[in-house]
């Protein structure tokens, strides 16, 4: 994947570099960021090698704000918890500033306030959470900063996430950044449910540990966790509900299919039509087919699945890390795996689902100004101290599952970056996984005819996005 995206980039995508003009800011922004001052630092990345980061004494009492549409105001009870916030206490009292993540708009308009913001230049926030398919519209009207040319941040360290920096690396600039990398979709289970069933309710971990957490160990499990409690004839108590746009992907990245990469050309490329993914997807609506997973109730909300699992109505689901809140008042214990994987594929077990979300910086800052935020961030996302930044990550999640080899097992798998299958859809913006998943998973249709039925439209898309980027590269050139 790396390979194929370094091509993507040597295309010279100039989008940003070229219309900065657009956004209503200064397009002098940039000094070199090679060039030493008396505010710079000698620091070593993560390979060894010296990194300059530009440094400030004092930040003049600025206030920044980092905004997303889901950070709760509330501070964990853990060692760590309290320890970071008083390491970041001590870097706002010592630097004179204040930052803080908080909510500061919904899901649905944070594409509509960040752009809205910029243009005006009055962005709400200085640091603005996008979700990935957010990001397409305002970096090609050159809203958002050039995060290359800040000193202050070394992209190479072991914090920020690389797919991230990957996917927003374009042309000779870095448009988005994220010191988080979130685990993402895999499979809960009832413990109880399990145990009932006659399967030890640690299995799923010790199938995945000994990499034999497969889909044919997975439709075992399916037939005997779905049940007809009173002879009836109708099912009462199903294995597996989940929503149709974290299901059938998983199902693909274990059978090493994606919906859309990137070729050796480095252009987008609808990778529907494979082989690999109508195999996933015929293997996943099999489980749909055979009675396993139960359907959505009429009238239900579009995420009554969480509920479902909570309520012990069926004893896994399929869904994205995040939503552990959901199932914090849950009776029964319940435990966390990968999402099974195609033993005939092997080292298929990848977390598929979308990418992290992406941090971008308004480009109307004057450098100064964008500095100084860049300086704040650095400190902000630096390890805490006295804790391990390869287990610290972990303490925040110990917090929220049940149990501790949900987190040392499941998510430490997660992150090795073997594991990992970047998502290149939602970079195309008007794509959604939806358009395949929505009615497949309901069963209106098969797999085959819903390939056939996107794909014109897909090739389309896709087309019109690579030839706006080869556009770019040549009327922009330097």
């Known amino acids: 994947m790396k390979a194929n995206m370094k091509k993507l980039l040597a295309m010279g995508l100039t989008v940003v ?29 993560k390979d060894g090698q010296p990194s300059q980061k530009k440094t400030f004494d004092d930040l003049g ?18 060692e760590y ?42 962005p709400e926030c200085q640091l603005h959470y996008l979700y990935q398919e957010k990001v397409a519209a305002p970096l090609m009207k050159g809203l958002m900063y050039d995060l290359s040319t800040l000193p202050e941040l070394d ?46 309710e640690d299995e799923p971990y010790d199938l995945q540990k000994s990499n034999k957490w497969t889909w044919t160990k997975f439709k075992e499990y399916c037939k005997r966790l779905t049940v007809d409690t009173d002879g009836d004839g109708k099912t009462d108590q199903y294995a597996l509900a989940s929503f149709s746009k974290y299901y059938l992907p998983m199902c693909a990245a274990n059978n090493n299919a994606t919906f859309v990469d990137v070729n050796e050309e480095g252009k987008y490329e609808n990778k529907s039509g494979t082989k ?28 009554w699945y969480k509920a479902a699992f909570r309520d012990g109505e069926v004893a896994m689901q399929v869904s994205e890390v995040y939503e552990i809140s959901a199932f914090a008042t849950m009776e029964d214990n319940w435990g966390f795996v990968m999402f099974p994987y ?79 299958q970047t998502s290149y859809l939602p970079m195309l913006g008007e794509l959604d996984y939806g358009d395949f998943c929505y009615s497949v998973y309901a069963g209106a249709t098969t797999p085959a005819k819903q390939i056939e039925k996107v794909s014109s ?15 770019f590269a040549a009327s922009h050139s330097k």
Do not use: H
């Open 17 to 45: 570099l070229t219309v900065g003009c657009l956004s209503g800011c200064g397009d002098d922004k940039k000094d070199d960021p090679g060039k030493q001052d008396s505010g710079s630092k000698s620091v070593d990345n």
């Open 61 to 78: 009492g600025m206030t920044i704000s980092i905004g997303d549409w889901y950070t709760s105001e509330e501070v964990g009870e853990s």
């Open 81 to 122: 918890a309290r320890a970071t916030e008083d390491y970041r206490q001590e870097i706002m009292d010592k630097y004179n500033f204040k930052i803080k993540r908080e909510t500061k708009f919904s899901y649905q308009d944070q594409q509509e306030k960040y752009v809205n913001g910029v243009m005006s230049k009055s």
């Open 155 to 200: 992209f190479k360290e072991e914090k920020w996430n690389q797919t991230v920096v990957e996917l927003m690396s374009i042309g000779n600039g870095i448009w988005g950044m994220n010191p988080e990398a979130e685990p993402r979709g895999g499979v809960f289970f009832n413990k109880r449910m399990l145990k009932e069933a006659g399967i030890e």
């Open 276 to 303: 690999e993914f109508l195999e996933a997807m015929n293997w996943g609506m099999s489980l749909y087919n055979e009675g396993y997973i139960k359907p959505k109730p009429d009238g239900a909300a579009w995420d």
């Open 342 to 420: 195609n033993e005939k594929n092997k080292d298929a077990t990848n977390c598929s689902t979308p990418n992290d979300n992406i941090i971008v910086m308004p480009s109307c800052y004057e450098p100064e100004e964008a500095e100084k935020i860049a300086f704040a961030y650095d400190l902000y996302t630096e390890p805490t101290p006295e804790f391990d930044l390869d287990e610290a990550w972990k303490e925040p999640y110990y917090e929220q599952f049940r149990d501790e080899r949900a987190v040392d097992e499941t998510l430490t798998m997660m992150r090795e970056p073997e594991r990992k």
């Open 457 to 471: 439209q897909w090739n389309k898309v896709i087309d019109d996005m690579n030839k706006k980027y080869e556009n």
